[in-house]
């Protein structure tokens, strides 16, 4: 097996999701998506959007970041925004 060694931030694209649900969590996910981006880095990030409270992307904006929600008409199937309050956002370090 190859050496994942030369992997490493700043990554190109960063995904997630349920990362943000509870308050205490904020600060750390933040400080790790600012650790591990660069302004070319795009991060998909899933929320539930009744546990993910309006703090948490102030603190984005604050650490330097922009986010953008992605139309429920663009997200398929169970995850449309109609079912399990989901929302997916973009994000990524301003310019």
């Known amino acids: 097996a ?43 990030l899933g929320v539930t959007r009744s546990d993910t409270g309006r703090e948490f992307f102030e603190l984005l904006e604050a650490e330097g970041f922009e986010y953008y929600k992605v139309p429920d008409t663009e997200v398929a199937g169970k995850f449309d925004g109609s079912a399990a309050n989901f929302g997916l956002f973009v994000i990524f370090l301003r310019r």
Do not use: E, M, Q
Not at 13 to 39: E, M, Q
């Open 2 to 44: 190859g050496s994942a060694a030369h992997l490493g931030p700043p990554f190109d694209c960063i995904l997630g999701t349920d990362l943000a649900y509870n308050p205490v969590l904020y600060r750390p996910v933040v400080a790790a998506l600012k650790a591990n981006s660069d302004t070319g880095t795009v991060t998909l």
